[in-house]
């Protein structure tokens, strides 16, 4: 059978590279899914403290 | 005394293929030293191969990996959106990066395909599978194949529908489908391909 070894190097070439860049991208959506996680948490927290400034300044008056 | 004509043209003739011999001698030496190069590098790079593959199982192993990470954050930013507080901004952000992550998993299956196709493809080389058994790694793994058409084209971008004892069915995008002797098929597979299936009307 006539193969071209050439050829498959050049398709595992190709494999590796776009291994390598779907590799980049779910570390990114990682970071970024985190990052978002993270920001909910902190305006959640933010409400929670308005809210209890709101409430102690209604009990003040 | 000097030689007569004849016996200097008989001495010229003598020398002459004398000095063809050694020619074709010395050709014929540097042919096979080509030869030997030639298998030597094809050696060289069946080797460069197998070293490639074992690098690239590890990429995969690790890419796992980074699948599984991606789908865990994923699925805590996907359970936010529950939430009814949630601003409309940050929700449709959350779900674009879900569309996002789903569509990278998708890619990396392709790559797992062609990677298990690639393997097929490079354990042929090596004589480690018989011809139904390259075809049949060539077909479990989805791979695109090539078919040389009545045209004298090498064309890309066929499937396999079926693997018979000695021969293979293979169909296009367009719903053609030709049965090919196995043995015939397989010597397409390591050729350039010299057009893609799309590039013209079957």
């Given amino acids: ?37 993270a920001v909910v948490a902190d305006k959640k927290k933010m409400s929670e403290v308005k809210n209890a400034i709101d409430q102690a300044y209604k009990n003040i008056k | 005394m000097p030689e007569s ?24 030496e540097a ?5 030997m190069h030639d298998a030597q590098t094809e050696a060289q790079r069946e080797d460069e191969l197998r070293t490639e593959l074992g690098g690239i199982k590890e990429g995969f192993n690790d890419a796992q990996k980074d699948v599984r990470d991606a789908s865990f954050a994923v699925g805590e930013a996907k359970a936010m959106l529950r939430d009814p507080d949630i601003d409309p901004e940050t929700r449709m952000a959350v779900q ?8 990278k998993f998708d890619q990396f299956d392709k ?5 298990k196709a690639l393997e097929g493809e490079i354990a042929a080389l090596n004589g480690e599978l018989s011809p139904s058994q390259q075809v049949e ?21 066929w499937k396999i529908m079926h693997n018979l004892d000695t021969k293979v069915v293979v169909y296009n995008s367009e719903g053609v489908n030709k049965t090919v002797p196995t043995e015939e098929f397989l010597s397409w597979q390591g050729r350039e391909v010299t057009q893609e299936a799309n590039e013209k009307p079957i």
């Avoid at chain 1, 059978?1 to 779910?26: C, F, G, P, W, Y």
């Avoid at chain 2, 790559?111 to 990677?115: A, G, S």
């Avoid at chain 2, 790694?137 to 971008?157: I, P, Y």
């Fill in chain 2, 31 to 35: 042919l096979k030293t080509n030869e």
């Fill in chain 2, 5 to 28: 004509l004849s016996e200097r043209l008989a001495a010229i003739k003598e020398a002459q293929a004398q000095k063809i011999s050694e020619v074709n001698e010395a050709h014929g």
């Fill in chain 2, 111 to 115: 790559l797992k395909e062609r990677r």
């Fill in chain 2, 96 to 103: 674009a990066l879900v569309e996002e992550a789903r569509g």
């Fill in chain 1, 1 to 37: 059978m006539a193969k071209n070894t050439a050829v498959l190097k050049q398709d595992l070439e190709a494999l590796k590279q776009d291994l390598i860049n779907v590799r980049k991208s779910l570390v990114d959506i990682s970071k970024r899914a985190r990052k978002f996680k």
């Fill in chain 2, 137 to 157: 790694s060539l077909m479990t793994a989805g791979a695109d194949v090539r078919v040389l058409r009545s045209s004298g084209q090498l064309e890309g971008g």
